[in-house]
């Protein structure tokens, strides 16, 4: 398995602007797998981008994937006060058993 | 949708005790996994599943072990429970093997005194 690391670990913004948030790995991936956990919760999963792919939406998040840099960016537009929790990437090589290992995370919050 | 269950959100038990953490899920998946999540190291893999009976190691596997005897079902146990078990422990399931989109419990928040 290999581990992403997010930055910033935490991230404080009003409600209306937009927080990005940024995952580096190491070695060569299959998919990039971006997930929220709300204080005290389980972990949702977000989105999923496959290595072939360089930008990916859904609803106001937006997913940015540059495997030459091994790095990917979470937007999160418009953002809301519901949108504050940690969130988590986990790459993925996608082969076999090869399991996911999540990094530390960035906690976000969002101020009304 | 996915439904992962855990069988308890809070538990408090007391050094040397046998614990047992259960976690169900209703959709069928081939793979289940077991994770501790502590302040400032993150989530790590405990143990995890790929079928019925069948369990393999994650990162930090000491002190723990495991029961699938049922395709839903997988069980946490900690044989001997010690203070530096004290954790968030979160239960997880997914549909397809290789690092594929995995569906998390709400967690059980374990105490050891």
């Known amino acids: 398995s290999q581990q992403g690391e997010e930055d910033p670990q935490a991230l404080s913004i009003q409600e209306g602007e937009n927080a990005t948030m940024n995952c580096s790995y190491k070695t060569s991936i299959n998919n990039l797998q971006w997930y929220r956990q709300n204080s005290g919760r389980g972990l949702v999963h977000l989105i999923l981008i496959r290595s072939n792919e360089r930008e990916k939406h859904s609803g106001r998040l937006r997913v940015t994937l540059d495997t030459s840099k091994k790095s990917s960016s979470l937007l999160i537009t418009a953002s809301r006060a519901a949108d504050t929790a940690s969130y988590f990437c986990a790459p993925s090589r996608g082969s076999g058993y090869s399991t996911l290992t999540f990094g530390k995370g960035t906690m976000l919050l969002v101020s009304p | 949708d996915v439904k992962v269950t855990q069988s308890s959100r809070y538990l408090v038990k007391r050094t040397g005790e046998k614990v047992f953490l259960e976690c169900v899920q209703d959709m069928d998946h081939e793979n289940m996994f077991w994770y501790r999540q502590d302040p400032g190291l993150g989530l790590r893999l405990i143990y995890f599943s790929y079928d019925v009976k069948m369990k393999e190691k994650g990162d930090i596997p000491e002190g723990y072990s495991v029961s699938r005897e049922k395709k839903e079902r997988f069980s946490l146990i900690l044989e001997s429970a010690s203070t530096n078990q004290t954790s968030m422990y979160l239960c997880?399931?997914?549909?397809?093997?290789?690092?594929?989109?995995?569906?998390f419990g709400p967690g059980t928040r374990l105490t050891v005194t």
């Open positions: 997880a399931s997914s549909l397809l093997a290789g690092g594929r989109e995995q569906y």
